[in-house]
């Protein structure tokens, strides 16, 4: 029979088994300080989980710490203010010429005073109150101020009709106001020196006033209205009616004859076409 094999046995000296030791015992030392290390790891905090919405750019976006230094916020600049444009309007100096005074009628505005006028005027008062002042001799003529009241100064210059012409010394306005409103003692007024024409009488309105109208008959076109004392020329009689001119302007046409006074008793004769 063969020999059977003996097997060597390797025995362990005691510096072997204490190296052997340390080795364990630094692999179980690493291994404590590695689990040692995990546990006192910061926790990570992951903010904007993915949702069916969200940003998947910021799924791993941390949290900012207590003590981070805040990063500033940037300030917008605000866009200037447009500065306001100054809109200088110029109203034109109108030329004079365009708005020069229009010729006044007689029937708008009253006359001035000539300079014999001015100098034969007589100072006094209105003896009542409401009276107005006229743009001519004429109850009809237009009304420039109204309502003057008693002892109102004015200076009388001339006589026209039954009206004196005169001026408000507070206002400066001249005008027309009815004889019988002035008080003018030893005022005489300027003679008519016109001759009374050939065929005809001279002759005045006798009565407050009244009107001269187009042909003989009330129902014909009034012309226009005059005042007690108005003087006229009477041409003839036709039916109560007189065809008269008035002395002042030359105008023409019939006035009822009772309220006339006449010089001579005119001659009869037929409407004037």
């Known amino acids: 029979m ?12 005691n510096l072997g088994k204490a190296f052997v030791a340390l080795v364990i015992f630094v692999v179980v030392g690493v291994v404590a300080l590695v689990n040692l290390a995990n546990t006192k790891a910061p926790n990570v905090v992951v903010e904007n989980s993915v949702t069916g919405s969200g940003d998947p750019l910021k799924l791993f976006e941390n949290k900012a710490s207590a003590d981070a230094t805040p990063v500033p916020t940037a ?33 708008s505005v009253s006359r001035m005073p000539t300079p014999e006028e001015q100098k034969n005027a007589v100072e006094t008062v209105l003896v009542k109150s409401g009276v107005n002042l006229r743009a001519g001799p004429n109850p009809g003529d237009k009304v420039l101020t109204t309502g003057l009241k008693k002892k109102t100064k004015i200076k ?33 007024p300027a003679p008519i020196k016109t001759q009374i024409p050939q065929g005809a009488v001279g002759g005045e309105v006798a009565s407050g006033s009244l009107k001269l109208r187009s042909g003989p008959g009330t129902d014909y076109t ?44 005119p001659p009869a004769g037929t409407p004037v076409p």
């Not at 063969?2 to 000296?13: F, P, Q």
């Not at 005169?166 to 030893?186: E, H």
Request: glycine residues 4%; aromatic residues 14%; contains cysteine.
């Open 156 to 188: 009388v210059y001339a006589r026209e009709d039954d009206f004196y012409f005169i001026q408000v010394l507070n206002s400066g306005l001249y005008g027309y106001v009815a004889v019988q409103f002035v008080d003018v003692p030893g005022f005489t």
């Open 75 to 107: 300030v917008p600049t605000p866009a200037p203010s447009p500065t306001p444009t100054i809109r200088m309007i110029v109203t034109p100096v109108p030329d004079n010429a365009a708005f020069a005074t229009p010729t006044p009628s007689p029937a």
């Open 222 to 265: 009034e012309l226009h209205e005059y005042a007690r004392g108005t003087l006229l020329y009477v041409y003839f009689n036709t039916n109560d009616w007189y065809y008269v001119e008035i002395c002042r302007n030359g105008q023409r046409g019939y006035m009822k004859a009772e309220n006339v006074t006449v010089r001579n008793a």
């Open 2 to 13: 063969a020999k059977r094999k003996r097997r060597r046995r390797v025995r362990m000296t």
